[in-house]
């Protein structure tokens, strides 16, 4: 019944806010927009700040803004809204203990993998006696399949 | 044998995982600020334009901290509750106006009635970054020393006053006080 | 009326799952083939009564019955017929009658379409697919009923959610349904194989095309997805890495895992515990998409009302499913004999790691989906995981995946001569890298080191495979025409190379639109000119305009480059009556190699409006990507061998009906 709720919240929001554009000057605009791609609107929760037009956003997006002409750097600026909201905030999880797993899991699972092909191919290559078959038994083979394979 | 387990209990594993899921909230955004002291500020108050209300200006022995505008349908909801608290229990409520019109906040507390003892007055949602703000009515609870130690976000109601502030706030200024019934 | 005798029907087709379930499977064990047949009329049987079922919730909707709750909360009288229609399936119950329908539809043909299979074979897969629909029809009946009646009857109805109303959303579910619900039959034969320990690799040929077909689906589906979030959200994204594209893609990986590793299973009748083991993973995970989606355990776009009843009640089913496949597998998986021989550097070698990289991108995915859900399980502070974690994660893996693709289809079977081999694809491999390069900076004049190996790796996916064909004509007989070679390759060679050239395409759309896109987002007034990646942009009015339910205000905008006229652009911002929420409709200019797209914000005075453009260049080359690999797919399941199957084993199942049947 709720399908896309929280677009259609998001999308009501927008009704109410302000139509106002914020505009940064030209030498910040790529790590303005990096950022704001980075930070994940808390009202409407599956949008980043730069999608989202929901007022928060906006707030949020003066604040990047303001830092960035104070100087900030993007890690100073990524720390502040973090120290606020939570990680949650951060649509880059930071690399802590609690995200170890996250962050190396793919990585050991991947060479789990490889190493698990490297042993059982090893196996194959050795244990299991060479049954290749011979000219003979391939006509044989032929022969009784029919033609089924030249069709 | 023990390797072709490994995919069940894996699955197991998750499975466990997914049953608690059920009965979480992943919408809810927890507040880091809990056991950090309340943000630095300094505002007008809501109505006294000329008067300055800072961050120590928070006093008692504990104190709620709440957000609240007059566009938020949901703070109209819980109006009643925090006139309650404030007038039977003598509970020292704070406001934060939040992103709102000075004129239509006076208003309203003028018609409604005024549960606050003061009013942090923040009109461009500054403070409210600050608070960890992300959606009104959230009511922070904070000690003496100005020490966040619970927060709300949505409606308070009577219930969750029983169940999630009185412990807190017990636990706060020790002999047990009064309770809502 | 109507809505009766759906639910009647919905009824009857549980009972008949019920016995498709049970007898068809006492039938197998016994030898009794009277008993294995009912598995046949049973599974018709249940496709005609949800046909009947689907056809009255559409009645309902076509003839406005507002004493339908599910049709009172999803249809309005002025919502068009085309969308009334499709509102069917626009939320929770209507879309699980459709999957209903689809798994009976899928049990259907399976019935029709392995007349030459061994009864028993038969049986058993229907079977357990019976006990599949068992799981999702008492699921609707019980918890998600679409014909329960509203009384008093609304006098107007709620309306379709209007995101949905966009011919995108028309065709997506569907299609993505038919591709999850596809792999259950995949399942079903590898569960058949479980259950009556005939773990040879026969069930392995059979269901082949049924996986290829359920892939094909699927692609389409996760690709009519991402159009439509491109299309309709409005900001010219087209992957988000939302929860609920992550449900799809976790099964699309799988289920691709799975149609490589079939191959070699059939083929050379190794991995055959790992074939089995692809086969319950992707449906399991089409289980755990659906999950996902209803139970609301994520925060999501595309949630479905969230009801712990429902989301308990599809996690005790997955338990039961997945936990019990899982532990038959445990079980049985030990028996299976390992295959031949084949040496470190082989094609078995190299699609098994095609399936390591594979199965590990989709753990990533599943962790990186999950993640959030764990830690809050555990009580620790929450965090997200969005696209800049996926995307770091996700291409180092995909990257080798796409080099081994491109070596895999000329290597051959048990051992690869490796100098030979490179001798072959050094030129290839050189060109790649030079058109990686070279291309971006052509086109662009810019390039940096991540855009020239995504291209170079498009590149090579495209050239290898198309030197897969070249190299086969090239040995052709001197007798032979050109002709002649071409029609003489398999069909399923064709679709593995115009897979994989689909891979390439979609690789260059994904490369260049993710470097060289532009956008602008700021306020315009009537006839103020936008320059934006030479192209500019002119805004001339924006009028109001009235749509069947809903009323819009829209823009009229005048593209032009290098003074020539390139294109008018409409976008509109429409207000639909009912729900009253404002949705954007961009206006896109579609081209071959770029798209213009333009989308209308707020006003902020009577002649001044915010807006959005984006420049996208190669966008559309995704979803011909797309196209192009699930041609593929359907040419692989069409190959001639699944045909000639039929003939060989319909002889050998009279064979086995004319002689005296030994139990085993």
Known sequence: MKILLTIIICLALS????????????????????????????????????????????????????????????????????????????????????????????????VGGILIVIMLVRKRATNIPRNELTEQDKQRLQSLLGDEDKK | MIRFLIPAFIFIVLMGFLF?????????????????????????TLKNPEKIITNKDLQGKYALVNVWATWCAACKQEHAALMYLAEQL?????????????????????????????NI??????????????????????????????????????????????PKINQIISPPTVSMN | MAAEIGQFTLI????????????????AYKNNFSWMAVGRTTASGQFLFLIISFICLTYCFVTNDFSVLYVANNSNTLLPVYYQISAVW?????????????????????????????????????????????????????????????FPAAIEGRDLNPLLQDPGLVIHPPMLYMGYVGFSVAFAFAIAALLSGKLDSAWVRWSRPWANIAWVFLTIGIALGSWWAYHELGWGGWWFWDPVENASFMPWLVGTALIHSLAVTEKRSTFKSWTVLLSILAFSLSLLGTFLVRSGVLVSVHSFASDPERGV????????????????????????????????????????????????????????????????????????????????????????????????????????????????????????????????????????????????????????????????????????????????????????????????????????????????????????????????????????????????????????????????????????????????????????????????????????????????????????????MSIGGVLGAMDKRYRTLTKTSKQTTQTRLSTPVTPT
């Open chain 1, 15 to 110: 009704v109410g806010a302000s139509a106002s554009f914020i505009t940064v000057a030209p030498e910040y605009e790529e790590r303005y927009e990096k950022l704001l791609s980075e930070l994940r609107c808390l009202v409407c929760q599956n949008q980043t700040v730069a999608e989202s037009p929901a007022g928060l956003a906006d707030d949020f997006r003066i604040e990047v803004k303001e830092m960035l002409e104070r100087g900030a750097t993007d890690e100073e600026i990524l720390t502040f809204m973090s120290e606020r909201y939570g990680d949650f905030i951060l649509y880059n999880p930071p690399v802590k203990a609690r995200t170890y797993l996250l962050w190396v899991g793919p990585f050991v699972l991947l």
């Open chain 2, 20 to 44: 608690v899921g059920l009965y979480k909230d992943p919408s809810l955004v927890p507040s880091p600020l809990i056991g950090k002291p309340v943000p630095t500020f300094a505002a007008s």
């Open chain 2, 90 to 118: 003598q509970v020292p409520i704070y406001g934060l106006n939040y992103k709102d019109d000075r004129g239509s906040a006076i208003d309203w507390l003028n018609r409604y009635g005024d549960p606050y003892i003061a």
């Open chain 2, 121 to 166: 007055f923040d009109e461009n949602g500054r403070i409210g970054i600050d608070f960890g703000v992300y959606g009104a009515p959230e009511t922070f609870l904070i000690d003496a020393e100005g020490i966040i130690h619970h927060k709300l976000v949505g409606v308070m109601t009577p219930a969750i006053w029983e169940e999630q502030f009185l």
């Open chain 3, 12 to 27: 009857i087709a549980l009972c008949l799952a019920i016995t498709q379930s049970v007898i068809p499977l006492i039938g």
């Open chain 3, 90 to 150: 626009g939320a929770h119950e209507g879309s699980l009658l459709l999957w209903v329908l689809c798994l009976a539809g899928w049990g259907y043909a399976v019935s029709i379409f392995s007349r030459s299979l061994p009864e028993d074979v038969v049986a058993r897969v229907l079977a357990v697919m019976g006990m599949v629909s068992i799981g999702f029809l008492s699921f609707t009946l019980l918890t998600s009923n679409p014909f329960e009646r509203l």
């Open chain 3, 313 to 628: 009640y599809i996690l005790a089913f997955l338990a039961v499913v997945v936990g019990g496949s899982l532990t038959l597998y445990a079980w049985r998986a030990t028996q299976f004999s390992s295959g031949g021989r084949f040496d470190m550097v082989s094609k078995e070698t190299m699609l098994l790691i095609n399936n390591v990289l594979l199965v590990v991108a989709m753990l990533t995915i599943l962790i990186g989906t999950l993640y959030p859900l764990f830690l809050d399980a555990l009580g620790l502070p929450k965090l997200s995981v969005g696209p800049p974690y996926f995307s770091a994660v996700f291409v180092p893996l995909m990257l080798p995946l796409v080099v081994l693709m491109g070596i895999g289809p000329l290597a051959k079977w048990r051992r690869v001569p490796i100098k030979e081999l490179f001798n072959k694809l050094k030129i290839l491999l050189v060109l790649g890298v030079v058109l990686g390069i070279v291309m971006p900076l052509a086109i662009y004049r810019d390039t940096t080191v991540m855009t020239a190996v995504g291209i170079a790796a498009g590149a090579w996916a495209i050239l290898t495979s198309v030197f897969a064909i070249t190299r086969l004509i090239a040995k052709r007989d001197s007798s032979t025409s050109v002709t002649k070679a071409l029609s003489k390759i398999p069909r399923a060679m064709y679709g593995m190379v115009i897979a994989h050239i689909g891979i390439g395409l979609f690789i260059f759309g994904v490369v260049f639109t993710s470097a060289f896109s532009d956008q602008k987002e700021i306020s315009v007034k009537f006839g103020e000119q936008i320059e934006l990646a030479g192209y500019t942009f002119n805004l001339k009015s924006v009028g109001s305009v009235q749509g069947p339910n809903y009323q819009a205000m829209r823009g009229t905008v005048d593209v032009h480059k290098d003074g020539e006229f390139v294109t008018n652009l409409y976008p509109e911002k429409r207000i639909y009556t009912v729900q009253q929420n404002p949705m954007t409709e961009p206006g896109i200019d579609t081209g071959w190699f770029r798209d213009l797209y333009v989308s209308l914000g707020e006003a902020v005075s009577e002649n001044e409006w915010g807006f959005r453009i984006y420049y996208r260049p190669f966008v559309q080359w995704i979803w011909i990507g797309c196209l192009f």
